[in-house]
C-alpha cells in the first residue's frame, strides 16, 4: 500500500508563486509514476503534471507547460510541484496521484493510470 501526503497550498495573488509537496509512505519502491491534477469547483478533474521517479521523466499539460515545474527528491519519497506566474485560473484542489505501473506517454492525463490519491490542497489565486 502507498500513502501521499499533499502539503504547501494556500493563498497567493496573481504573478506569485507556490511550491507544492507530495510525501510518499509505505511501499514507495513500487512507484513507477506520480503526478499531479487538480479540480475546481464545477469543473472536470484535470491533469497538470507527472514525474517518473527513476528516471525523472517529465510530462506537463499544455495550461501549465513553461509555468510549473515538477521534480523529485533523491530519496524518490517526495514530489514537488513548483508553480510559478499563478493566474486566477490555477485556483482549484490540488492532488497528487501515484502510478505503479509504467504507462504510455498518451494515458498520463488519464486518472484511471493512477492507482493512489493524496486527500488535496487547496491553491487560492486571487487577482
Known amino acids: 500500500q502507498v500513502q501521499l501526503v499533499e502539503s504547501g497550498g494556500g493563498l497567493v495573488q496573481a504573478g506569485g508563486s507556490l511550491r507544492l509537496s507530495c510525501a510518499a509512505s509505505?511501499?514507495?519502491?513500487?512507484?513507477?509514476?506520480m503526478g499531479w491534477f487538480r479540480q475546481a469547483p464545477g469543473n472536470e478533474r484535470e491533469f497538470v503534471a507527472l514525474?517518473?521517479?527513476?528516471?525523472?521523466?517529465?510530462y506537463y499539460s499544455d495550461s501549465v507547460k513553461g509555468r510549473f515545474t515538477i521534480s523529485r527528491d533523491n530519496a524518490k519519497t517526495t514530489v514537488y510541484l513548483q508553480m510559478n506566474t499563478l493566474k486566477p485560473e490555477d485556483t482549484a484542489d490540488y492532488y497528487c496521484?501515484?502510478?505503479?505501473?509504467?504507462?504510455?506517454?498518451?494515458?498520463?492525463?488519464?486518472?484511471?493510470?493512477?492507482?493512489?490519491w493524496g486527500q488535496g490542497t487547496q491553491v487560492t489565486v486571487s487577482s
Open positions: 496521484a501515484a502510478d505503479r505501473s509504467p504507462a504510455l506517454v498518451r494515458d498520463a492525463p488519464k486518472a484511471s493510470t493512477y492507482d493512489y
Open positions: 509505505g511501499r514507495t519502491s513500487s512507484i513507477y509514476a
Open positions: 514525474i517518473t521517479l527513476s528516471n525523472s521523466m517529465t
